[in-house]
């Protein structure tokens, strides 16, 4: 037999052991890819395009070697760094301070027994489902009576500090008032995202074996002795969940910062308003809001990749 009969009949036993059930799915599968993705391909596209080959061409359609560009993503950037870095100091410590807190609370409410520990929880749990829109009158004449402004006054007036960074060396800060209205917006969101953290910790901590805990009571470690050394170590799958969960929201937030921050926009706004400046006024600039909205999308984006495989370990109750 030669190699070509040889190579003949192995493809045809290779077709007759396909499962047809199985290129179904997979034919299913590669539609739904397709579908979902989509709409990041033509945005991709459209960011990549010249204005008068956005205008000649559909928008999934790859760009022409002369209707190439990469203008759009340098002017995104220019638009956005300084509300993009606004968004970062606002996202990180709301973040932190939400995951932490809501693990404290979520300690106390699941490895002690007290009284009225039923109704602290029911009202966390009642929290979660208090809608945006329900706070924003409340929350614009909190702010308006608190002047956090004049509060941090003594040092919101220090105009420029350095601080040491690994590989860049010393670096010069300003600090400036409108920061303010980033530590209400931090404030804020903390306070928002604590009921959502608490309830996901409790569920986590739940499973935590209490003869393991009991066993460092017995020893003599403190309730803050215990915490630290044990539960906080097995918590890094749900620090996970809870930091992506609230990094994700907070930087994709739009209603707290445009009734926070003053007028809505100026030297304070954070890239969810800053992205409004690449309208183009009259005349639609469809390809730097696309590369606008790729730029805004990039931290969310790099957290998932960095902390998916934690995420999805405290997703599953992985411990």
Same mark, same amino acid.
């Given at each position: 037999m030669s190699v070509r009969d040889e190579l003949a009949d192995r493809f045809e036993f290779d077709v007759e052991e396909i499962d047809p059930t199985r290129v179904v799915l997979y034919a299913v599968l590669v539609g739904l890819i397709g579908?979902?993705?989509?709409?990041?391909? !033509?945005?991709?596209?459209?960011?990549?395009?010249?204005?008068?080959? /956005?205008?000649? !061409?559909?928008? /999934?359609?790859?760009?022409?070697? +002369?209707?190439f560009t990469l203008e759009p993503f340098g002017?995104?950037? +220019?638009t956005l760094s300084s509300a993009i &870095?606004?968004?970062?100091?606002?996202?990180? *410590?709301?973040?932190?301070? !939400?995951?932490? &807190? @809501? !693990?404290?609370?979520?300690?106390g409410l699941t490895n002690f027994e007290w009284r009225g520990q039923l109704g602290v929880v029911t009202l966390f749990i009642a929290g979660i489902f208090i809608p945006y829109q329900a706070v924003l009158i409340p929350l614009s004449r909190l702010w308006a009576i608190v002047n956090t402004k004049e509060l941090l006054a003594p040092i919101l007036d220090i105009t420029v500090f350095s601080v040491q960074v690994?590989?860049?060396?010393t670096v010069e800060l300003a600090t400036?008032?409108?920061?303010?209205?980033?530590?209400?917006? =931090?404030?804020?969101?903390?306070?928002y995202g604590i009921p959502i953290t608490t309830l996901l910790f409790r569920s986590y901590y739940k499973k935590?074996?209490?003869?393991?805990?009991?066993?460092? %009571?017995? +020893? @003599?470690?403190?309730?803050?002795?215990?915490? %630290? %050394? =044990?539960?906080?170590?097995?918590?890094? *799958?749900?620090?996970?969940v809870t930091l992506i969960y609230q990094f994700t929201q907070i930087w994709? +937030?739009?209603? /707290?910062?445009l009734v926070i921050i003053p007028s809505g926009s100026g030297p304070a706004a954070v890239a969810t308003i800053a992205l409004n400046e690449l309208t183009g006024g009259i005349i639609q600039t469809f390809n730097t809001q696309m590369a606008g909205a790729f730029v805004a999308a990039l931290p969310t984006l790099l957290v998932y990749v960095l902390f998916g495989d934690k995420f999805a370990k405290g997703v599953a109750g992985g411990t």
């Open positions: 579908f979902y993705l989509s709409p990041l391909e !033509s945005g991709l596209m459209t960011a990549l395009k010249t204005e008068a080959e /956005f205008a000649t !061409s559909p928008p /999934f359609a790859p760009p022409t070697v +002369d209707g002017v995104a950037i +220019d &870095l606004n968004s970062i100091m606002l996202a990180v *410590p709301a973040t932190i301070l !939400s995951a932490l &807190l @809501g !693990s404290f609370a979520a300690y690994p590989i860049l060396g400036h008032p409108h920061y303010a209205s980033i530590i209400n917006l =931090i404030i804020t969101h903390a306070a935590l074996s209490t003869e393991m805990l009991e066993a460092a %009571r017995l +020893d @003599g470690a403190s309730a803050f002795t215990v915490y %630290r %050394r =044990i539960v906080l170590p097995l918590s890094t *799958p749900m620090f996970a994709n +937030d739009l209603l /707290f910062a």
